[in-house]
């Protein structure tokens, strides 16, 4: 009997581990309807609760996508984020992301550096936009450009020019970035 009770017990606690994912008592069907039918501010809630709920927001996937291009950069911002937390299952959304490191804002770069880095996509396209974001004028950018190539290893190895060219750069963090990233790009040099 005393087993059943911590069985219930336990059901209860942990109302998102059966069904659909939730966050602040919204599950994502609800959070994607916001996102596209909102207000400004409601559009940043729910890309920052979709971004909070992490890989079991899968099913928003195209809506954050489109979110890429919202006009208000905190939404912008808050998507990125949000493909970067779904992570590898997220990796058709690296053109998107591969063209968000354009972006006007610093802040929507960094994390679609980031986010490039954590959906793991090894298309050449995404590989060559991190390396273009090498050069970004913001230096986190740049770091996080670097990371995110390293994270990728081997595969990101048509960036390696673009990451010995970076070596140069007068950054410290950017430079230890780089460092780091061509240990795993290029590991056996």
């Not at 006009?71 to 493909?83: C, H, Q, S, T, Y």
């Amino acid at each position: 009997m005393r087993s059943l009770v911590m069985v219930v017990v336990l059901v209860a606690l942990l109302p998102g581990c059966k069904g659909e994912a939730t966050f602040h008592g919204k599950n994502v069907t609800q959070w994607r309807e916001q996102l596209r039918e909102g207000d400004v501010a409601a559009r940043r809630e729910a890309a920052l609760a979709l971004w909070s709920i992490g890989p079991r927001a899968g099913e928003a996937l195209d809506d954050l996508i489109a979110c890429l291009k919202d006009a208000d950069a905190e939404v912008r911002l808050n998507a990125a984020g949000a493909l970067g937390g779904i992570g590898p299952e997220a990796a058709e959304a690296a053109p998107e992301l591969a063209e968000a490191l354009g972006d006007e804002n610093a802040e929507v770069r960094h994390a679609a550096a980031e986010a490039l880095g954590k959906v793991q996509s090894t298309a050449p396209e995404a590989i060559a936009a991190l390396a273009k974001a090498l050069h970004d004028n913001d230096p986190a950018v740049r770091v996080r450009a670097a990371y995110s190539l390293g994270g990728l290893g081997i595969a990101a190895a048509g960036a390696e020019p673009a990451l010995r060219e970076a070596l140069r750069d007068p950054d410290g963090q950017v430079h230890g970035a780089v460092v780091d990233a061509l240990s795993k790009v290029a590991p056996e040099e």
